[in-house]
């Protein structure tokens, strides 16, 4: 979660953890609504 706090895009994400952005994007996605939150904001 730290990275998706700090900001960066899903591409940047998706380039740390070697994976594409649009991967990167969907689990994403599925964190925050296992999460309860709407956006990164409210991680």
């Known amino acids: 979660m730290r990275p998706a706090r700090?900001?960066?895009t899903g591409s940047e994400i998706g380039t740390r953890l070697f994976?594409?952005?649009r991967t990167a994007e969907w689990h994403l996605r599925k964190i925050?609504?296992?999460l309860g939150v709407t956006s990164r904001?409210?991680?």
């Open 6 to 8: 700090e900001g960066p």
């Open 19 to 21: 994976v594409s952005p």
């Open 32 to 34: 925050l609504g296992k």
């Open 41 to 43: 904001r409210h991680l």
